[in-house]
């Protein structure tokens, strides 16, 4: 998912997820060589292309709304992680974070939100 | 939950939640009260109150959020639709609304966006 | 499902489902017969013979476990209704009730929690 | 998502889609219209022709493994009764569509095998 | 959350959670401190004080149906551990435990009793 | 669960299991010996012996559709990795599971399914 491809999707979610997680690509690429190399493409050039490039909405709110599901689904921990430090990467402050997941609270039960918070100590502390 | 009560949970609370949803904090009042009439005063002062009336982060970006959680979770269409109003009466757009469920499709699958965008075709076809 | 069988696993298990839904048994065998007649005599063997038969815990208790983890789940309302009118029959009071779908705010939020109250509601007043 | 495109992935979409659910396209296109129209082209290019479209499994297991997520997941009972339709328009019959429902039982637990097998009762009935 | 405070609702939930999990109230304000000071006051006060303290219903069964609730999402494996330890404190046997736990083979599947049972495990043998 | 038993249901089951998973069986009886030494009867009698040893379905077809639902709730890791090896064992390719794990990206999203392939990878690298 590298370089002049000619494929519109492509450079756009490329553009997008390197805004929003610089080398993350790259390491997403390397982890799934292994077992399912065409599900890169698909992740860079339907989920970051497709969809979180879509000009209706701004990347900071976006990345909100994805930290705002992965708590209240509380199915992955590791995603969720990247996306509050994608959040941080597009403009998002450490209390706004903090403020999504807290409000996860009331949406998604009292652990879900437990979990976030952790999540974000993690991510918080791996920064410093 | 009306009027001066000497509460400032409630009363926080209460303002949050006319300003989100005008006129719903009674009828969810009605709604509860044959079964849990003490519920009503915990969704005002706990969720409203303390958690979504919370200063660091506009009503708006809370709403999208809560959004994204409910259209991701797939378990409450109701309360989605009511969120779904309650963004538009915050300053959020259609548009951002469907742009925050169309994202739900990367991360909770594409039932999920989809049962969320007929959620927020109900609430447009109800207001126009 | 019916009368004498021989088979403890179904006896046991259809003692403690007329304890608990009269009546249930027997619209369930004829609500299952066009698609998977067999279905309904694993529920009464397996689920009410083999599991919650087990003498450890009270039927009491055990409905109101239930209705907890179907109040959290919130995907199967129709279920929940069953088990509330189950605790009732029973043994648990209505208060009772009312305090464990309470309870699943906290832990898999308001959402959840309210429409366990709705259901509540409906069964309630079906009773009245 | 009509006609000759040009666009390859939408073109192997709509004959996957066509293959699975015909005339299900022009629905979808016609309930998005209003508030999403550009989400019924990822429905097809995405979902149908990068996916569900890839060559290495016939479409027969693969709306079988559909019909056993969305059963386990509880929240679309609307997409799990267009999939049984679609399982059976591929190949599946109604016995293998009531063995992987029915299987979730294990997985997931019975009362989401119990609303699976009503959503396959209302398909079946649907077409006799 | 230490001492006197003056507020009710606080105190309240300080008796409930130490009755419940001796010592965990300081942990969680520890682990709590560096990204989100308040929210161990609403876990406290909301959590603790308003809900699970509420009179209706004793802290034996509450905690069985955080337990059931625990168990059946799946997705808080360390909440779960903390509220079997809670239940044996507030007057659970280990066997009543099981039994619960077991019983969400039937409402959530086997895999999430499976977890359940791997999770009373931990805690019995750290009890031993 | 060894033996000859002269339960019918015990004596499928383990044949059952045996063919998905040789040795899992005894060592399932071990990690369940300290708590809940009757869950592995239900585990091998019900869920190996009443549900996945029925003649309608071919265990091939079974095990991905296992994979299905454990990769879309995204609750139950080990298990899914269990049930990836089963699949390989009872004759699909690593080509099919990954075709099954990438298909659930449309009906889960994309971070189940990216754990899904990191369970396969996991799988397939043991193996190796």
Redesign the interface.
């Known amino acids: 998912v590298n370089a002049p491809t000619g494929d519109p999707r492509l450079e756009r979610g490329r553009t997008v997820l390197d805004a929003i997680l610089p080398g993350h690509g790259d390491r997403m690429v390397e982890?799934?060589a292994?077992?399912?190399p065409?599900?890169a493409h698909?992740?860079v050039a339907?989920?970051f292309g497709?969809?979180?490039g879509?000009p209706?909405?701004d990347l900071r709110?976006?990345e909100?709304?994805?930290?705002?599901?992965?708590?209240?689904?509380?199915?992955?921990p590791?995603?969720l992680e990247v996306h509050i430090q994608g959040a941080l990467n597009v403009g998002a402050t450490r209390?706004?974070v903090?403020?999504?997941?807290?409000?996860?609270?009331?949406?998604?039960?009292?652990?879900?939100?437990?979990?976030g918070?952790?999540a974000?100590?993690r991510v918080?502390?791996a920064k410093t």
């Open positions: 982890n799934l292994a077992v399912a065409d599900f698909h992740v339907f989920a497709d969809i979180c879509r209706g909405l709110t976006r909100l709304a994805t930290i705002a599901a992965l708590t209240a689904l509380g199915t992955a590791a995603q209390a706004e903090i403020e999504v997941v807290t409000q996860m609270a009331v949406y998604a039960g009292f652990p879900a939100a437990l979990n918070l952790a974000a100590g918080f502390e």
